[in-house]
């Protein structure tokens, strides 16, 4: 039985948040020392905390701006991981980025060993800051929220999910359930403290020179100029869910069927420990006689992203990639199993999902597949024709687009079209 290889850091960090937690803010209340819900001046140095994982750093890039634009003349740090550090990097919002050495994605041996050395270090580092205001991005890790009280900042905003114990150590807790998308989720953090976010567009900035390259990549291949659509395969997902796919056959089947009743152009992107899939797929292509191009682990992120610009269509799991694609602009199909697509799904009304709409989705188990009533994903067994349908209208609509002279997206609406059904 395959189970989340976090799965065990992720108990030991909810059950000793909620008694440290508690005791901690405990002690810090009756010393009066635990801080101000309101800030009582413009903060002049700001740390906000992200460790996971690519695509919720995607997705919290609209409340970058709304705290750049609310406080322009306060150095806002980043604290985030190996996981987020790539997107983080490209933003004009920051004015520094600082790595916690920590995957998270490789079992509860690097949390005890490489992750408390990280914390030890990162703890004596931030101290000395005398940072005004912390925001706590992360909505999986209790133990961010021990980092931002260990800072002494007064004022420290995070989230507050039922069960975990974490507004023991927060002035702002902010409320985390229900069905909104996690754009809105994450905005709630700067609104808790007067944000403007009224901007919730997203975007992520690619150089013309790495625009020219994509351009020119493409055009050397034959990509280009020939009517056909290029069509992006990521087949892959994080290394903690790697579990977690639509099966490979079904890639190869619609990318096949999409190459044979519009000739589309197939190019296969991802991390590059997504290189065995790729290759698989791409030699299963090769028995349909179709040509895909392979670039994962091929690529920069900045690279990756202007291709995915220049496509017609992105088809992935529920997955980082999915993100950045639709940020790029680039009509994205996801294929989702066990989460929630209302909270998860791709960002902007151009975008689908098609998933199964089974009783029991979306999963409350996630990762913990020994609890899972139907013990096979079941959530995963999306039709390929369901799946093809929905390429081909999407495709449709873009020549549409096309002919019209416009490529406009519908960046910073929270609506998904989400296909259900269990046919």
């Not at 290029?230 to 619609?254: K, M």
């Not at 990639?321 to 680039?330: D, K, L």
């Not at 989460?339 to 089974?358: F, K, M, Q, S, T």
Request: charged share 20%.
């Amino acid at each position: 039985m395959q189970r989340q290889v976090n799965a065990p850091t992720k108990f030991l960090d909810k059950w000793f948040g909620q008694v440290v937690g508690r005791v901690l803010g405990g002690v810090a209340r009756l010393l009066g020392r635990f801080g101000n819900p309101h800030l009582t001046d413009s903060p002049r140095q700001i740390l906000l905390i992200k460790f996971c994982c690519m695509g919720d750093a995607v997705l919290v890039i609209p409340s970058l701006r709304a705290l750049r634009t609310t406080f322009p003349n306060a150095h806002i740090t980043m604290l985030c991981t190996p996981r987020t550090v790539a997107i983080f990097k490209e933003s004009g919002d920051l004015d520094e980025v600082k790595l916690f050495q920590l995957t998270g994605s490789r079992g509860i041996g690097e949390f005890l060993t490489a992750g408390v050395s990280a914390l030890v270090e990162t703890l004596w580092s931030l101290r000395s800051r005398k940072f005004d205001l912390v925001v706590d991005f992360d909505n999986y890790y209790n133990w961010t929220t021990f980092i931002g009280f260990a800072t002494g900042a007064p004022t420290r905003v995070g989230f507050d999910p039922p069960g975990q114990g974490r507004r023991f150590l927060l002035t702002n807790p902010v409320r985390y359930d229900g069905d909104r998308h996690m754009v809105e989720f994450y905005l709630d953090l700067p609104r808790a403290i007067g944000a403007d976010t009224i901007d919730k567009s997203i975007e992520l900035p690619v150089s013309p020179e790495t625009e020219r390259w994509a351009l020119e990549y493409l055009a050397n291949r034959g990509l280009q100029g020939d009517g056909k659509p290029v069509v992006i395969l990521s087949p892959g997902r994080s290394e903690a869910w790697h579990f977690i796919r639509w099966a490979e056959e079904n890639f190869v089947a619609t990318a096949a069927g999409l190459h044979a009743r519009h000739g589309a152009h197939v190019l296969l992107m991802g991390g590059s420990a997504e290189a065995a899939i790729a290759e698989r797929i791409a030699a299963m292509l090769a028995a349909w006689n179709v040509v895909a191009i392979n670039l994962v682990g091929q690529t920069s992120l900045p690279q990756s992203e202007a291709v995915m610009k220049c496509a017609d269509l992105l088809i992935c799991n529920d997955s980082g990639p999915m993100h950045i694609g639709a940020a790029m602009g680039t009509p994205t199909l996801a294929v989702f199993g066990p989460a929630n697509p209302a909270r998860w799904g791709p960002y902007g009304a151009e975008h689908r999902v098609v998933r199964l709409d089974l009783d029991c989705s979306p999963c409350l188990f996630m990762g913990k597949l020994d609890k899972c009533p139907r013990q096979l994903l079941e959530c995963l067994q999306v039709p390929v024709a369901r799946v093809m349908a929905a390429a081909e209208e999407m495709l449709e609509r873009r020549r549409a687009h096309a002919a019209q002279g416009s490529n406009r997206r519908d960046a910073g609406h929270a609506v998904i079209r989400i296909d259900g059904g269990l046919h």
